[in-house]
């Protein structure tokens, strides 16, 4: 990792790039973020981000922005974070500023509304990758399976039966607010795992 302002400058263009194609929200933008922090530049192991990735999205405010702030502060202290919130949010400053001046001319032009009808299903393909990462970290253990070689050791089981407690819960009890499944998660992790 290159340190002192090159290094600052490193990380505010790769979010300054996660912020700029990052279009379907907060969970395409982690995507994005796992892809070039982990995969491609080895900053911050997968373990780490996906622990990242669960307090961000458990604190108020915008998942893409949080986890933004987060690896920054994770990398390089609160100037860090300072530096990869501006990267994430500078993009979506400049383009709602252009979109905001010619919106209402061009929303009703064919190729502006094909362009959303493409983007539907291509955000909704990354947020099902970034949550498909989630669900296989938090359920398998890949890792002990290898060492082990024993199919029972490839699933975390304790996590499954919560996570199938959670489903029921969140898809039968329709009056509990997620943010109890929040709380119940993180006791779950506390006290049980």
């Not at 911050?44 to 996906?50: D, L, M, P, R, V």
């Not at 987060?70 to 919130?85: A, K």
């Given at each position: 990792m290159l340190n002192g302002i090159c290094g600052l400058l490193f990380l505010f263009c790769i979010f300054f790039y996660v912020g700029l194609f990052a279009v379907?929200?907060?969970?395409?933008?982690?995507?994005?973020?796992?892809?070039?922090?982990?995969?491609?530049?080895?900053?911050?192991?997968?373990?780490?981000?996906?622990?990242?990735?669960?307090i961000s999205e458990s604190t108020p405010g915008p998942i893409g922005i949080n986890l933004a702030t987060?690896?920054?502060?994770?990398?390089?202290?609160?100037?860090?974070?300072?530096?990869?919130?501006f990267g994430e949010i500078l993009p979506s400053l400049i383009i709602i500023m252009i979109v905001a001046r010619f919106f209402m001319t061009m929303q009703k032009k064919p190729i502006v509304q094909a362009a959303f009808t493409g983007l539907r299903p291509a955000t909704s393909g990354m947020v099902l990758v970034a949550a498909m990462n989630v669900f296989l970290l938090s359920l398998l253990n890949i890792q002990g399976f290898k060492e082990t070689e024993m199919l029972i050791e490839l699933f975390r089981w304790k996590s499954i039966i919560f996570y199938m407690l959670c489903l029921v819960v969140l898809f039968f009890l329709k009056k509990v607010h997620p943010i109890f499944i929040v709380i119940a998660g993180a006791l779950f992790g506390i006290l049980i795992l």
């Open positions: 379907g929200g907060g969970l395409v933008a982690a995507t994005f973020m796992q892809q070039v922090l982990v995969e491609r530049y080895h900053l911050i192991s997968a373990e780490k981000f996906y622990s990242m990735l669960a987060y690896c920054g502060t994770e990398l390089y202290g609160p100037l860090g974070g300072v530096v990869t919130t």
